[in-house]
Nanobody, 127 residues
Framework: QAHFVESGGGLVQPGGSLRLSCTVS????????IGWFRQAPGGERKWIAC????????TYADSVKGRFTISRDDVKNTAYLQMNNLTPEDTDVYYC????????????????????WGQGTQVTVSS
């Protein structure tokens, strides 16, 4: 059973940047399509980005498009979320999620479409 662990969260000032990592153990990243989600306390978990395992193509929620970049290094078994120009509204717990990659050409936007989840990492944007 593959296991995913996020890291890289922390406190950053508005306008700053962070890079989150999502590292797999017990499996190889190239078998998975990766999604990033975020969740505020008491709120719903919201999808923000997806990178496919087959084509490595990516897509983003409108709320982060142009500021966040999802990427992957299958040799290092790690996916990333580069977050730039952060605002206090980006304060959330961030989760990576994984599903077996396929060749459907689809992206995946919903929690139930992902089988494996990391434990989350807190991002706080504050001055």
């Amino acid at each position: 059973q593959a296991h995913f662990v996020e890291s890289g969260g922390g406190l950053v000032q508005p306008g700053g940047s962070l890079r989150l990592s999502c590292t797999v153990s017990g499996g190889t990243l190239d078998h998975y399509t990766i999604g990033w989600f975020r969740q505020a306390p008491g709120g719903e978990r919201k999808w923000i980005a997806c990178i496919r395992g087959s084509t490595k193509s990516e897509t983003y929620a409108d709320s982060v498009k142009g500021r966040f970049t999802i990427s992957r290094d299958d040799v290092k078994n790690t996916a990333y979320l580069q977050m730039n120009n952060l605002t206090p509204e980006d304060t959330d717990v961030y989760y990576c999620a994984a599903r077996q990659t396929d060749f459907s050409g689809n992206y995946y936007y919903y929690e139930h479409q992902y089988r494996i989840w990391g434990q989350g990492t807190q991002v706080t944007v504050s001055s």
